[in-house]
C-alpha cells in the first residue's frame, strides 16, 4: 500500500485579485498542514492494520501477500521524514508493531525484507531484534536454509541489525557469526551477488 499525495497539495495558481491577505494565507497553510498530518497518520495506522491481518493469517498465500504489503509500505514511509517520524511512533503501539512467524522460503525472505526495512527506519527495532534474539534466529536460517533468496536476506538483515547496535555486534559475535561468514564465502557454489553482500562484514 503507497501512499497518496492529498487532493490539496495540487491546488491552482490563485489570481492576484483573489488573494487573501497574508494571515489568511497563514491560516489556511496551518490547516493544510494539520489535515495532511491527520491523512498520513490514518493511512499508516491502516496500512500497517491491513498487511499485519494478512501477515497472521492461516494460509501462507495470504500471510506473503501481507509481508509484500508490508514491505512496499515501508518503501514508501522511506521518502520523507514525516512518514518515518511516523512510522516510529506507529511502533510504540503493541497491535500495529510489525511481527511475523513465517514458515515456507518466500515468507521467511519477505519476511527478512521487513525486518531489514524497520531496522532502517526505525532504531529502536534494533532493540527489540536484540530482546527477542534475532541474531541467534538469523545465523540459524543462515546455516540452515541454503536458498539464494532466503541467503541474500538473511544477510542484509543481519548488517541492518547490526548498524550502530553494540549490542547486537557482541551477540554476533558470541555466535560465532565471523566463522560461519567465512564458512560461506569459501563455498565456490556461491552466488557472486552474495559473495560480494559477505564483504560488508
Known sequence: MHLKKPLWSES??????????PYAATAV?????????KRLNREVTL??????KKARAEFSFLRVRGLRSILKFLRSVAE???TINLFCYSQSIPELQVMSSPSTDAEVALALRVLEGCCLLHWESTIFAHRHKAIEVLMDILSTRGGLLEQGACLDALISIMLDSS???MDFESCDGIEEVAHLIRDKQLDENLRLVIVSF
Open 12 to 21: 491552482s495558481p490563485t489570481p492576484e485579485s483573489d488573494q487573501k491577505p
Open 47 to 52: 496500512a500497517l492494520q491491513v498487511g499485519l
Open 29 to 37: 497553510g496551518e490547516m493544510v498542514v494539520s489535515l495532511n498530518k
Open 167 to 169: 549490542a547486537n555486534q
Open 80 to 82: 520523507s521524514d514525516s
